[in-house]
């Protein structure tokens, strides 16, 4: 199993590398720049490539996350052409840091219907992805359902994906604790759960999972993670580990930690699950 955690790169991207390994990681996600800003952030090259080199080096695979100001509905066009050009700007920093993924969550509605804000993301998707013409690809995170989120199911993933014009350059990340939440994992669902994350129209673009433990119920659509064990999804997150999903993509485990290094924690706990299976 790849697993790590989500580390800080505010110490530069070299030191979160060293953290990873330190912790136990075998891979680690950061945001490529502030995510709680629409700030774009310059490309340093020079040092974005001795980050990349210290990853390869290291083998620690790299996984990024998208700024959470972002809204890929928004009707708003001057917040459309910001949260764009926000997006291709992380999508940049990604290539430079030698990232093979970002992760971006699905749009809201804000109440105008799913439709408007299915149409209004894909048109946002397509225009980022003509704007960037590099390697770097977008991952949709399913949502808990949270308000008027979108993505909240299988189906609602693939529709949005096949919708788009570059649908090729498009794929998919798996959030434990949003399937739970949202209903799409729930206690005596597992093989259904199974069913649908395996279909292989969405198994073939299933690129990285996100390991968390929720505080919400099975379908309360609430996104509030807890650490591994001490959440609500009680042997489904063992199963889950235990799958062969898990064993060829990379692991990235989000919980609520006080600091980084207890992340060395959840991940010994993560791999005593997985090798209790044999895996």
């Known amino acids: 199993m790849i697993i790590g955690c989500h580390l800080s790169t505010g110490q530069g991207f070299a030191r979160a590398v060293q953290n990873a390994g330190r912790l136990g990681a075998d891979a680690f996600q950061y945001f490529p720049k502030n995510p709680r800003s629409y700030r774009l952030k310059p490309v340093d090259r020079e040092e974005a490539a001795r980050g990349a080199e210290a990853a390869r080096a290291a083998g620690v695979v790299t996984v990024a996350h998208s700024a959470y100001v972002t809204n890929l509905s928004t009707g708003d066009p001057k917040l459309r052409e910001t949260t764009i050009a ?13 990232t093979r993924w970002l992760i971006v969550h699905c749009g809201k509605h804000l109440g105008e219907g799913e439709a408007v804000g299915v149409r209004r993301m894909v048109e946002t998707i397509d225009e980022v992805m003509t704007r960037y013409q590099g390697p770097c690809r977008l991952l949709l995170e399913n949502t808990a359902g949270q308000g008027s989120e979108l993505g909240r199911t299988v189906d609602e993933l693939l529709a949005i994906r096949e919708a788009l014009a570059s649908h090729q350059r498009v794929g998919f990340c798996l959030d434990s604790c949003h399937a739970f939440a949202s209903g799409l994992l729930e206690p005596g669902g597992w093989e259904r759960f199974i069913q649908e994350v ?15 433990d929720s505080k919400a119920g099975p379908g309360e659509h609430v996104d509030r993670h807890a650490l591994l064990g001490r959440g609500q999804m009680g042997e489904l997150l063992q199963e889950l580990v235990h799958h062969p999903l898990l064993q060829a993509r990379p692991v990235i485990i989000e919980t609520p930690v006080e600091h980084e290094d207890q992340y060395a924690d959840e991940i010994r706990l993560a791999r005593r699950w997985a090798a209790r299976a044999g895996t």
Do not use: W, Y
């Open 86 to 98: 926000s997006i291709v700007n992380e999508l940049e920093l990604c290539e430079a840091l030698g």
């Open 198 to 212: 395996t279909r292989p129209e969405f198994a073939r673009q299933l690129e990285v999972i996100h390991l968390n």
